[in-house]
């Protein structure tokens, strides 16, 4: 149940964030946010760690999210 609801915060605040212009990643591929709150609650090895970039003027222009391996 805990898993839902984190995967549930974490795709509204997406949304929130792809409604303002700003493109999401997985990694290298452009993807949305039910697949990247789906990617957070999987149950792989590893994390996943926000990469914010910028443009010119500092505005965000997308967020990366890339997979940290657990050793």
Do not use: C
Not at 6 to 24: D, M, Y
Not at 29 to 51: C, F, K, Q, V, W
């Amino acid at each position: 149940m805990k898993k839902n609801k984190g995967k549930e915060r974490l795709q509204i605040e997406l949304e929130a964030v792809s409604r303002r212009g700003i493109t999401l990643w997985l990694g290298e591929e452009l993807s949305n946010p039910e697949e990247i709150a789906e990617a957070h609650t999987i149950a792989e090895p590893g994390e996943y760690m926000r990469d914010y970039v910028q443009n010119k003027d500092g505005k965000i222009t997308k967020i990366r999210f890339d997979k940290i391996k657990n050793q």
